[in-house]
């Protein structure tokens, strides 16, 4: 029996590599050190009323963040590998199969599990806050979108250490990713993770659509929404028609993996370009999806740090929702080289192009606002003008891969590689670390040490380059991605080795930030006006970190820009625009609805990934059951009274 157990627990288990039982004993010691503390300190009543079954939008975001910070943490550490393994020729730091795990989580984790929460926190933290809300239009459904994600993020990091990862790369092409070529479950926690928190991510999509659509302030019409604002909901559309494209074709090839059916097998009159078009129907637009937000935060904070109203307005709504559209017409573009022929060649080609318009009309539009401006060179500004350079570099090399002929050289090199790299962390994460910056005191009510934000913004900007303008040149050079090795013929030595350098500079450029947050939290900078930027839109009109409620009235919009505007009238010498009296108001209960339905799902999830259908079966059954039981549920809101109202705008200085 003994050794029926050992067997059983050496092929559950992920065994044999140093590596693993490192993150084995760091992940038993950092549940341990959390349930420590919330036992020690008696705070897990705190836990479950502030946080777990919140659903304040503002908390919500918070976890948003942390979650993506530790997904930051994690694929930024398989990227060091990787990058460790290459950094000379025949290496045997990593195994083939290990490094093919390795590149496959890291994409994964980089796009769905951290840039996509960053996105949401930042969605969560500021859209309700910009339009005058007092929070989005289903606040517990936005709570399970976050607790969809967590556990989907969990289901997935938990095959790192249980049943083994993923390695068919991060779209899961077949037929590697099939049974006959992949039978272990790695691909199967791949398939699960990313469906559980897809349902999440659309959920969260249809909530900020209807939020922005329908619970702006009075007299904000859409023309006068914050431009980050309009990023979000162009994003968001984009989300809606993009995501159940990821699901059904996920879908598809789990029936594939476990019912043996053949969407994807050339052996049952399938066909695996089939799923390559449906993966990269959602995968394309997935890249505009995190990138459109990123485009809003820089049109925000150039207008605030210029101390000018945004260059082009109108046209900067035109290219978001112009790109929104675009975004779908593109996806060819990532196999010219399978066969479609010449004349879906270039279609694809112009449309790729094509898209690259709005995209200059946006750099253009930010270049105009800061000329003759009176910018201020703070931490979100720094991050807005790094990206501009990076952006501009990704994009045309964006272009020359939309070049059908080209491409047949670039196709699958690390030229591509560097190109990708530019674009996601050019725009999207130097995008998302402005709106960090920018926000951050808005959420916790002080400002993070500027001279480490400093040394943060140099050390990643600095180890960009030096890690991915190398790889441009090892592309042309015919290095393609996915080489666990090489040897020292190919000349490639010299360039990999500085890249390596690169990326480890980036890596401290992250721990400075920590420890910039951690000084920070110390030294408590904090934030008494509510508005320590000087401004434009409305979530700068009240106190930092905003109150539960957000708004003691309901502000009245005359203008873009409008709070803004109502400084400079009373610069001018006018008076105050003038409040309505106070009147109780009407806020959402907590629920522990998601967190007990996410569970389920997470059930569901790991149950299906063993075939083990004595879980999967009842989890799914929980899953409809709790959500039949909420439907029963007319308990869910309260009103906040006016007394406790004006005791909370008294004590932050504020008259009503």
């Not at 990713?177 to 928190?197: A, H, L």
């Not at 605030?304 to 573009?333: C, Q």
């Not at 389920?600 to 990934?609: I, K, P, Q, R, S």
Request: charge should be neutral.
């Amino acid at each position: 029996m003994w050794e029926d157990i050992k067997d059983w627990a050496s092929d559950f288990f992920v065994t044999g590599d140093p590596l693993i039982y490192g993150a084995d004993v760091g992940i038993v010691l950092a549940s341990l050190s959390v349930l420590f503390v919330l036992t020690y300190f008696k705070k897990w009543g705190w836990f479950w009323r502030e946080w777990v079954t919140t659903v304040d939008h503002k908390k919500i975001g918070i976890m948003y963040i942390i979650a993506s910070l530790l997904m930051l943490f994690r694929g930024g550490v398989d990227a060091l590998l990787m990058r460790t393994q290459l950094v000379m020729p025949e290496m045997e730091f990593l195994k083939p199969e290990h490094y093919n795990e390795i590149f496959t989580t890291h994409g994964v984790i980089m796009i769905l599990f951290m840039a996509m929460p960053l996105m949401f926190g930042l969605f969560n933290i500021s859209v309700p806050l910009q339009i005058g809300a007092r929070d989005v239009a289903f606040p517990v459904l936005n709570s399970l979108s976050f607790w969809l994600f967590f556990m989907g993020a969990m289901l997935f990091n938990l095959s790192f250490v249980i049943g083994g990862s993923p390695n068919s790369g991060w779209l899961a092409y077949p037929p590697l990713s099939e049974k006959m070529f992949n039978p272990g479950v790695g691909q199967d926690f791949y398939i699960w993770g990313i469906q559980i928190s897809g349902i999440g991510s659309l959920m969260t999509g249809i909530n900020f659509i209807v939020t922005i659509l329908k619970m702006r302030a009075p007299g904000m019409k859409l023309m006068k929404m914050p431009m980050f604002t309009w990023s979000v909901l162009g994003s968001c559309l984009t989300i809606i028609l993009a995501f159940p494209v990821l699901t059904v074709t996920l879908a598809l090839l789990f029936i594939d993996r476990f019912l043996g059916a053949h969407f994807f097998t050339l052996d049952g009159g399938g066909n695996p370009m089939m799923y390559i078009n449906l993966i990269w129907m959602w995968g394309h637009p997935e890249v505009y999806i995190v990138v459109l937000p990123a485009f809003g935060i820089f049109s925000d904070v150039v207008s605030t740090f210029a101390k000018k109203k945004l260059f082009g307005y109108s046209s900067m709504v035109i290219a978001i929702m112009s790109i929104s559209v675009v975004s779908f017409l593109t996806w060819a573009h990532h196999f010219f080289t399978m066969g479609s022929g010449a004349s879906v060649n270039a279609f694809f080609a112009i449309s790729t192009m094509v898209i690259a318009i709005p995209t200059g009309v946006k750099v253009f539009n930010w270049l105009f606002t800061m000329y003759k401006g009176r910018i201020s060179f703070q931490a979100p500004m720094l991050w807005t003008m790094g990206f501009i350079p990076c952006f501009v570099v990704g994009g045309l090399t964006g272009v020359m891969l939309s070049v059908a002929p080209a491409d047949f050289q670039f196709h699958n090199s690390y030229f591509l590689i560097a190109h990708f790299h530019q674009v996601l962390i050019g725009g999207v994460v130097f995008g998302y670390f402005a709106g960090f910056y920018y926000w951050w005191p808005k959420m916790f009510g002080f400002k993070l040490d500027e001279k480490l934000g400093r040394w943060a913004f140099w050390l990643w900007n600095i180890g960009f380059y030096v890690c991915f303008m190398p790889q441009y040149v090892v592309g042309l050079m015919g290095m393609t991605r996915r080489y666990s090795t090489y040897s020292w013929d190919t000349g490639w030595f010299g360039l990999n080795l500085v890249s390596t350098i690169g990326g480890f500079i980036m890596g401290i450029g992250f721990l400075v930030q920590v420890w910039q947050i951690l000084y920070s939290i110390k030294k408590m900078d904090k934030d008494t006006t509510g508005d320590p930027w000087d401004g434009r839109t409305l979530e700068w009109s009240i106190q930092s970190p905003a109150p539960l409620y957000n708004f003691a009235t309901d502000p009245v919009v005359k203008d873009v820009d409008d709070w803004w505007e109502e400084k400079q009238r009373i610069k001018a010498g006018g008076k105050p625009t003038p409040k309505p009296a106070l009147q109780p108001i009407h806020m959402p209960k907590n629920s522990a609805m998601p967190i007990i339905k996410s569970t389920f799902w997470f059930l569901a999830g790991f149950g299906f990934v063993f075939d083990w259908m004595w879980l999967a079966l009842p989890a799914m059954a929980g899953v409809a059951i709790t959500m039949l039981f909420y439907s029963f549920r007319y308990d869910t809101d309260y009103y906040i009274p006016v007394d406790e109202i004006r005791k909370t705008e008294a004590a932050a200085g504020r008259a009503v």
